[in-house]
């Protein structure tokens, strides 16, 4: 198979656009007829033919100017049509299937519920149409449908209209005002529970807010409405946006192929971000409701009345949201945790994948299939590029750029480069060398060394970066980092270099090396470095234990403290790995002691710094990795951690109970502490009590949890007998079951295959429901290192056999899937030949999709060449 890559330098605006669509729906499982009425118009060449996007469709009639034409010219893609006026109406009328459905694009029917995805390309799913986000129309759409099973009938925008016909269907008909693009394009059809609130914007409109779950669903919908006030709120104070239609709805469903989708006025979520109550969900779960329904909300301007020239400009709307979303999660609840949680996405998944056959900048050159561009690179790395115009800028100057943005884009589809400039106009600062952080992929790495010299009593501390070549970008340039750092002397005295600081503990490395020096201050000065996560790159620097338990005790910066731990805890498992655990000395376990004895009335701090680098984190920084002796290695020492402060642990574990449960801030951290020092106790014999009471006692989710994912750790015989118990508990409950899957999935057995086998057989899996899939195949191939990665490649191949399967109905969620197995960049060579032996099985496959065929090649292809 050879597929040719579209090309970011080869964007053409369209030769025709379309300023109006009506669609009319006609609902049925197997046979849905959509009727598509468009005003079109040339506005390029003029003698270019219109050559209109279309997949799976069965074309019934089109008529130009209400004669019906038949010299068009159809393929597998699209239909073109040679001669078209400048300007007239094309009447289109085609069938579709949403009952045969299975890849969850365009218009699918299940569990009884019509529900559409388009973004990016599913649009041509449902009818023909110019299916790029640089086409901007206004849409009506009358939906047709079975009164009885189909009561509720959504589209964007407002209703207008509606009527009930004699055979006992019903229609309505939607308008929505604002011109879109085909992608935030929605309709949905279904029977539902409905919960209805307003919200008063602060220019004094009252907006209907709808959300819209399974039925019986209704009280655990709450949360996530009060959520959706709270970041229309945060919105107008924080960037002074309000909302523009009259009515927001939220439609929740359970076949969703990714979190949810923020289309106009009506977005389409996967119940997993709306559904949560106190029973059912832990903390992180209704962290995760709030974030994704802010991050939907806050599209409403950034992607949807802004929005994309094209698809390599994702990071316009994506990046950008994203950290509009850690913003408002971070104002919600508090700072650290957050920044906290968003660097540890980056350091298991994003450096990762920029170390992958599949790096690619935050805005990518080329593309194959769009929807593998949905990464954490053009998201999350996406964001932290944002994070540091706003560091460069100072809130101010950033809210200046973003009003500026809006000013001249409201209504436009655009690019990341106009989003600089807008940025740019507001500030002296010259984002020019900046703006490569959009075309550069890789990871730079930044070290930070020290030298002195006695003679002069001068400190020398030279940073360098360097960039090194990616799998699909060899030459590199010089990028312009913000670096956080703060100095500490030998009494954890804040001191300042001579020179080189461009701001209060801000440093600008935008060349290959940069020297800062110390006149006599002696030798004992400790840079601490990237203070809260300034920018998205690999550090290393020549600091002692000791000294990082120095920055520990005296840095500012909150981030930089827990930061210290984590380096120390690398730096303490890479002795183990090299077969020497005694270089862990006395001093640095005393050391870590003090520093979480110190921290105990500080249970936010304490609870992160109690977590053990992930095994993928520890991977980002090795290469030719012995998986189980690495794997090993991190056990043994969080093994060792506990049994040398277990007394401390069980102080903790006491002292953060919370009573009557609460989702806020503080006994969020009580929580999270308590179970995190829950699961380090579990490597001792005394936690079987801790546990088992733990679970009998839990009246919320997260505890019982907490004790589920202990007593996996404990032994097999405790864990299977907790999971029996919450298994019956919550047999009819397959999102809350999610959790039990993949708890099972992660277990690191002997027999895990055939527990795979087993899952795959429960009652409550579906291959067609990509929660199921994600919890059962997903935390296998992502989670379980020691299954995953048998030494005899029986891991490997197991997910391999699954894709197959899973790629003829859903490519989308298979191509995610895959993930794993492309990243051997960092495994010993004999782990990457059986890595690639089964890729190879894929790639033998002629009948591979798009989706898996360029994450599948390019794996196969990486490291050949160089
Ligand atoms: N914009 C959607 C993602 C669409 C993914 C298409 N494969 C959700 C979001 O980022 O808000
Ligand atoms: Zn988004």
Redesign the pocket.
């Known amino acids: 198979m050879t597929l040719v890559a579209k090309r970011r330098e080869d964007y053409r605006a369209p030769d025709f656009t379309i300023t109006d669509i009506a669609l009319d729906f006609t609902l049925d499982p197997a046979a849905t007829r959509v009727v598509s009425e468009l005003k079109v118009q040339r506005q390029g060449d003029a003698c270019a033919p219109l050559e209109l996007d279309g997949e799976h469709l069965q074309l019934l009639e089109v008529a130009i100017d209400g004669q019906p034409v038949t010299d068009y010219q159809q393929t597998d893609s699209g239909l073109t049509l040679s001669s078209v006026p400048d300007s007239f109406s094309l009447r289109i009328v085609t069938e579709i299937n949403p009952g045969e459905n299975k890849a969850l694009e365009g218009l699918y029917l299940s569990n009884g519920v019509y529900c559409t995805q388009c973004e990016a390309e599913g649009f041509r799913r449902i009818t023909y149409y110019l299916d790029r986000p640089d086409v901007l129309a206004r849409f009506t759409v009358k939906i047709t449908g079975d009164k009885a099973s189909l009561p509720t009938m959504l589209a964007n925008g407002n209703p207008v209209d509606k009527g009930t016909n004699e055979d006992g269907s019903h229609w309505i008909q939607w308008q929505d005002p604002f011109p879109k693009p085909s992608y935030l394009f929605a309709l949905v059809a279904g029977s539902f529970d409905q919960l209805s609130d307003t919200f008063v914007t602060q220019g004094g409109k009252t907006v209907a807010l709808e959300l819209f779950v399974d039925k019986g669903k209704r009280q655990r919908g709450v949360f996530a409405l009060d959520a959706l006030k709270r970041s229309m709120k945060w919105d107008e104070e924080v960037f002074g946006l309000e909302y523009d239609l009259d009515i927001y709805m939220i439609v929740a469903v359970d076949f969703f192929n990714m979190g949810a989708m ?1 289309n106009k006025g009506l977005n389409v979520f996967n119940s997993k971000f709306v559904l949560a109550d106190q029973a059912s969900a832990t903390d992180e779960d209704f962290f995760n409701v709030e974030s994704v329904i802010a ?1 939907e909300y806050f ?1 409403n301007w950034t ?1 949807n009345r802004v929005t994309c020239r094209d698809w390599f400009q994702l990071s316009l ?2 990046g950008l ?2 950290f509009r979303d850690q913003q408002f999660s971070s104002d919600m609840s508090s700072p650290l945790s957050n920044r906290i949680k968003q660097v540890r996405v980056m350091r298991e998944h994003q450096f990762a994948e920029d170390a992958s056959a599949m790096s690619h900048p935050i805005r990518p050159d080329e593309v194959i299939e769009m929807n593998n561009f949905y990464t954490v690179t053009v998201y999350d790395k996406g964001a932290e590029v944002i994070r540091m115009m706003h560091t460069l800028l100072g809130v101010d100057g950033f809210r200046a750029g973003m009003d500026e943005y809006f000013r001249r884009h409201d209504g436009q589809a655009v690019t990341c480069d106009d989003f600089v400039s807008a940025m740019q106009s507001a500030t002296d600062i010259d984002l020019t060398h900046f703006s490569r952080w959009y075309s550069q992929s890789g990871t730079p790495r930044l070290a930070v060394k020290r030298s002195f010299d006695e003679a002069s009593e001068v400190l020398t501390v030279t940073i360098t970066q360097q960039n090194l070549p990616t799998a699909e970008q060899s030459d590199k340039q010089d990028l312009f980092i913000p670096l956080q750092i703060e100095f500490l002397d030998a009494d954890g005295q804040h001191v300042l270099p001579d020179n080189g600081m461009y701001r209060d503990n801000l440093v600008i490395v935008d060349k290959a090396e940069m020297t800062l020096t110390f006149t006599g201050k002696g030798q004992a000065v400790t840079p601490v470095a990237l203070g809260n996560f300034s920018a998205p790159v690999k550090l290393t620097s020549d600091l002692t234990p000791s000294e990082w338990l120095h920055a520990f005790r005296f840095a500012n910066d909150a981030f930089s403290r827990w930061d210290a731990i984590q380096q120390l805890y690398d730096w303490c498992i890479e002795q183990y790995y090299r077969g020497a655990p005694h270089q862990v000395d006395n001093t640095i376990w005393q050391g870590l002691y003090q520093a979480v004895e110190a921290s105990q009335d500080n249970p936010e701090i304490l609870g992160e710094c109690l977590v053990i680098p992930s095994f993928e984190t520890l991977c980002q920084s090795r290469d030719n990795i012995d998986v189980h002796g690495l794997n090993k290695a991190r056990q043994a020492f969080s093994h060792d951690l506990a049994k040398f402060m277990q007394d401390l642990l069980l102080i903790i574990y006491q002292t953060n109970q919370t009573d009557s449960y609460a989702y806020e801030p503080e006994q969020v951290s009580s929580r999270r502490c308590k179970n995190v020092v829950l699961g380090l106790l579990a490597e001792l014999p005394l936690a079987e009590t801790f546990i088992t009471e733990q679970f009998n006692g839990s009246d919320n989710m997260s505890d019982t949890l907490g004790a589920l994912k202990a007593a996996q750790v404990f032994d097999l015989v405790l864990f299977n007998n907790l999971m029996n118990a919450f298994e019956q508990r919550w047999r009819d409950d397959p999102l809350v079951l999610d959790k039990w899957f993949g708890l099972h999935a992660t277990c690191e057995r002997s027999d895990i295959l055939a527990q795979l086998t087993l899952l795959r057989q429960h009652p409550q899996f579906s291959q067609q429901n990509p929660n199921r899939v994600r919890a059962v195949i997903g935390s296998f191939a992502f989670y379980n290192t020691a299954g995953f990665h048998a030494d005899d490649g029986s891991g490997y191949r197991f997910l391999t056999d699954y894709l197959f399967e899973l790629d003829k109905s859903n490519p989308q969620v298979a191509s995610r899937l895959v993930t794993p197995l492309t990243q051997w960049q960092h495994y010993a060579s004999d782990r990457q030949a059986l890595m690639k032996q089964q890729l190879a099985r894929l790639l033998d496959d002629a009948s591979l999709s798009k989706d898996l065929y360029e994450k599948v090649s390019k794996a196969l292809a990486y490291g050949h060449d160089s």
């Open positions: 923020e991050h599209h992607g709307k994506e949201t994203v």
